[in-house]
């Protein structure tokens, strides 16, 4: 375990490395910038050594595997991020641990986060997940919802009972006009967020970049990275 919170340790060193030299370059303060580690597929033991290194953001894209971690870490003071595409028969457990769901992206899961986290008497965060790779009317191929859809969606949440529009999501399309140009991407995001915060001025969360791509989505302007490999490493998965 020594060995291993010395690899974490070192990981997220050169992580925070990198994103406040791109706060630097960007002109930007480094508290700007949230790093949210994704633990998906790493035990619940990496979880405490990352908070024991300071880390209090963590994301989780399964319920069958964030559910069980989340309880045996429910002692600690975290705040668990839902990333993955969410089915609406997972969401009253994903709402009974979740903070934020970062994957909203269609009105039926909006309707069954509502009324889990009134259920629950729980307050969730929500992003809207966007999808540069969507048609009107269409979701992308990795979750999320058309750019003319935002507005609707952002609507609904704030309307919810049990619910709090945070701002935005992508996951850079792999697909489509934007497929490999990561900046001009998470550029674009930022252009729906300003419109989204002309109507809903606390909805001013922006979550963009991974490992390899977190430099870009700061200076972009994303307020959150989500960070997996480059900070966990390369190690056998869960199952």
């Known amino acids: 375990m020594t060995d291993r919170r010395t690899e974490l340790a070192g990981n997220l060193a050169l992580v925070e490395e990198r994103i406040a030299s791109a706060c630097a370059a960007a002109g930007r303060k480094r508290e700007e910038v949230t790093l949210i580690v994704v633990t998906k597929t790493y035990p619940a033991s990496d979880v405490r050594l990352l908070y024991e290194l300071g880390v209090r953001h963590v994301a989780e894209n399964r319920d069958q595997d964030a559910a069980p971690k989340a309880a045996a870490c429910s002692d600690l003071d975290l705040s668990w991020h839902f990333v993955g595409q969410l089915q609406t028969n997972k969401v009253r457990s994903v709402a009974s641990y979740a903070d934020v769901v970062q994957s909203v992206d269609r009105l039926k899961l909006v309707t069954a986060l509502s009324a889990a986290a009134v259920r629950d008497e729980r307050e969730l965060g929500c992003l809207i997940q966007v999808a540069l790779d969507a048609g009107s009317g269409e979701r992308g191929a990795r979750g999320g919802i058309a750019p003319d859809g935002i507005e609707e969606l952002a609507a609904a949440v704030e309307e ?59 200076a972009a302007g994303a307020t959150h990275v989500r960070v997996g490999t480059a900070v966990l490493g390369l190690r056998p998965r869960l199952g």
């Open 160 to 218: 919810a009972p049990g619910l709090r529009l945070d701002g935005l999501m992508i996951v850079a399309p792999l697909a489509g006009p934007y497929a490999g140009r990561q900046q001009a991407a998470f550029e674009r995001l930022m252009e729906f967020s300003s419109r989204l915060r002309a109507g809903h001025p606390a909805a001013n969360m922006v979550s963009a970049g991974m490992s390899a791509d977190l430099e870009e989505a700061v």
